[in-house]
């Protein structure tokens, strides 16, 4: 049976720059590789060794998405869950609906500046 990995995801913002700086500090990632699209605009790659987002942008890029569309959301993995809601509020952007039960992980939610959502979890125990 084949084993994998979520590789990368491909999301399209308004300002690829600032989305690349969040997850950047937001995750402790690193740019791995930026440059111009094959069918337009650029991307920057942000990630580690193993994964990474690809983050999109061209002319049409206008965000404010329905929930839902393109996608529910995105789950990252943090292990320090306080410090990761400190750099999303410091961002401007608002975490909403925080959780914390057992056995599952503790998390909450936020929208990026263009309307896409994203889950943060810590499976590491209590925030800090």
Do not use: C
Request: hydrophobic share 35%; aromatic share 12%.
């Amino acid at each position: 049976m084949p084993h994998g990995n979520i590789e990368h995801v491909n999301i399209t913002v308004s300002d690829p720059d600032r989305s690349a700086d969040l997850f950047q500090r937001l995750l402790g990632w690193h740019e791995r590789w930026r440059g111009p699209s094959l069918l337009g605009g650029r991307t920057i790659h942000v990630g580690n060794e193993h994964s990474y987002l690809a983050i999109y942008t061209n002319d049409d890029a206008q965000g404010g998405y329905r929930k839902g569309v393109p996608l529910n959301h995105v789950g990252l993995e943090v292990d320090d869950l306080g410090e990761a809601e400190r750099i999303v509020t410091q961002a401007g952007l608002k975490p909403f609906n925080h959780s914390d039960y057992d056995p599952g992980p503790k998390s909450f939610y936020f929208f990026d500046w263009d309307g896409i959502e994203f889950e943060v979890v810590s499976y590491a125990g209590e925030a800090k």
